[in-house]
C-alpha cells in the first residue's frame, strides 16, 4: 500500500478548516488526553456548573509534575505579556515630550500646567500604552486649586512613573513567588533581596561572608511589621504598599548621606551595626545569647522579670536566642510606638494570657522596677500611684482591664512600657518635668529614651 498517496487522497477529501476549527480541534483532543490519564468523564458535569462558575482551583501536588510545569509556564508567560505592557524608557521620555508640547499657558510659578483638553490631546498622541494613565478620574485626583482647572504637568508625570514603578516591581516580586498565590514567603524573599544586593550600590562595600546575615536582618523587618500574626507568608500587595522596598530600593543612590544611611535598616551601616550589637552581647561567642548576656541590651536597665518573659514567650535553643529572634527583640524595643512592637512585647506582659493586663500583671512587673530602684539607692514609688497614671494614661474600656487595642488607641504605649519594663524608662518618665526644664528644646515624644540611671 502507497501510505503516502492514501495520505494525500484522505487529505484531499476533507473540506479546508480555518484556524480557529484546528485549535479548537487541537483543545478537545488534550482535554480528551488529560482527562483519560487522570481517570474523569470530560463531560460528566453537574447541572450546577451551567450556573455558577468555578471558582476554587486546586494547586497541583509535589508529584504532579505536568501541572505544575504547565502552571509555572503559564505564569511565566502572564508576567511576560503585564511587562510587555508597561511604558519603557523612551516611552516615559516620548510622554514627558508630548505633556511639555501641549501645556496650557499660563505658568503656574515655574511649573508647566495643562487643562482637561490638552490632557486628551496628549492621550491621543501618547499611544495605546498610555491609554490607562489618562482617565477623567486621575486627571481629578490631580486637580487643586488651580484658577483654569489644570493640574501640573510634573506631578501627573511622577503618577506615571511611580505606577509604571509599582507595576515593574510587583512583576518583579511575582517572579520570587513560588506558590503563585500572591504572597512570598520567608525563604522567597531572602532569595529577591539576596539577588538585589548587587544592584544597590550603597552596599558595595559588605563582604560576601556578610550577605546571609545581611539578608536575615532585612529580611526580619518585611516579616514583623507585615506578619505580626508569624503565618510565615506576607502579601505582595503588602509589601508594594509599604515603605520598607522605598527604603530599600534608596540604597541605589550612590550619593545617599551619612545621616540618611544611619536612619535606614537597611544600610550596610545599620545593619553591621545590628549585628556587632549581637557580637558583643555574646560573651563566650557560641553565637547565640543567654539571658544573662540579652540582660546587657541597651543601658542594660530591662528588668529580670521582663527578661524572663523574654525567654518564655520566644523562640530559643537550649534556652538560649539565635540572631533572628534577636532581630525580633530589637524591633520591637526600637519601634515601641508601632503597633506591631506593642503586639510584641504586650505578649511578654501578659503573663496569664487572657489578652488584657489586670492589676496583678502591671504589679508583677513594676515590682522588678521597684527592686532594681532599692539596688541603686533610690526611694521605690507606690505602685498604686504608678498603676493610677497608668491607667488614666491609657482611659481603657473597661476600668480594670488594659487590652492591646487600648494600648494602642491611648498613643501612649511607650511610656506605659517603659515605666514596666526598664528602669531607665521608668526614671526618665519619673523626672519628665525636670527634663523638660533642663531641655526646653526637646520634643516631649523623646523622653521614652532617658538617660542612662
Known sequence: MDWKKALKAHVAGKPMRSEEE?????????TELYCQWKGVQPNRQHESFKSIPKFYFKLPAEDEVLQQKLREESRAVFLQRRSRQLLDNDELQSLWFLLDKHHTPPLMGDEKMINYED???VSQEAGPKCKTYFTATVFSKLLQKDPYGRISIMQFFNYVMRKVWLHQTRIGLSLYDVAGQGYLKEADLENYIL?????LPQLDGLEKSFYSFYVCTAVRKFFFFLDPLRTGRIKIQDILACSFLDDLLELRDEDLSKEM?????????SALRVYGQYLNLDKDHNGMLS?????????GTLTPVFLNRVFQECLTYDGEMDYKTYLDFVLAMENRKEPQALQYIFRLLDIQNRNYLNIFALNTFFRAIQEQMKIHGQEPVSFEDVKDEIFDMVKPADPLKITLQDL?????GETVTNILIDLNGFWTYENREVLVQENPADDLENFGEGEEV
Not at 544611611?261 to 551601616?269: D, G, I, K, L, Y
Not at 494602642?408 to 501612649?412: G, Y
Request: proline share 5%; aromatic share 12%.
Open 408 to 412: 494602642i488607641n491611648s498613643s501612649q
Open 291 to 299: 539571658k544573662e548576656e540579652l540582660s546587657r541590651y541597651g543601658t
Open 261 to 269: 544611611q544611619e536612619s535606614n535598616w537597611f544600610s550596610a551601616p
Open 22 to 30: 484546528k485549535r479548537a480541534e487541537e483543545t478537545q483532543l488534550f
Open 119 to 121: 490632557f486628551l490631546k
Open 195 to 199: 539577588e538585589l544586593i548587587p544592584t
